[in-house]
């Protein structure tokens, strides 16, 4: 079993949707929690970082569940522009600290 | 300012090249890293630097020489490499390896390896 996985989609949406993006990690141990977007050809870059409590950066919403191992990620009134790759990003520590990606979900917002 | 920046963007080079992939950050970050990025896949963790000491070597080829020569710098050094390293390398930084600290990304330098 992958430590963190995702839907690979692709998702196409049209513009104005909402779409959710989950990701399942396997180490309890985990401890930190992100969702990096990564467009074609480019580097990743950080989106948001997800809290216990939930959070929210305009039309994205980010959850944790620690209980189930599962965050999530929500996109309100999807733009052309969030067309890319969502990379679920877990941080946990074995002695020292590693981030661990997922396989990402590919997003197509469509005209 | 949140810029890492790495050099060359792309590299050519034949399996018996000797080349040196750069990345510099000037964030005053204490912790550096190396990915390697193959199409359609999640970047994969190289090495991780952390004060200038290694501390992460996710069993990488020694054809793979990471070099930190100060707090903004790091070096990937590369030799005798096989055409399945073609890929993208990815450089990263944060304040420091710990909780919640989060990782700032390079542009990448595309590699082939013919």
Known sequence: ?111 | DTEVTQTPKHLVMGMTNKKSLKCEQHMGHRAMYWYKQKAKKPPELMFVYSYEKLSINESVPSRFSPECPNSSLLNLHLHALQPEDSALYLCASSQTSGLQETQYFGPGTRLLVL
């Open chain 1, 1 to 111: 079993r992958k430590e963190v996985e995702q839907d690979p989609g692709p998702f196409n949406v049209p513009e104005g949707a909402t779409v959710a993006f989950n990701c399942t990690y396997s180490n309890s141990a985990s401890q930190s929690f992100f969702w990096y977007r990564q467009d074609c050809r480019k580097e990743p870059k950080l989106l948001m970082s997800v809290y216990s409590s939930g959070n929210e950066d305009g039309r994205f919403t980010a959850q944790l569940n620690r209980a189930s191992q599962y965050i999530s990620l929500l996109i309100r009134d999807s733009k052309l522009s969030d067309s890319a790759t969502y990379l679920c990003v877990v941080l946990f520590s074995s002695g020292t600290y590693k981030y661990i990606f997922g396989t990402g979900t590919r997003l197509k917002v469509l005209a």
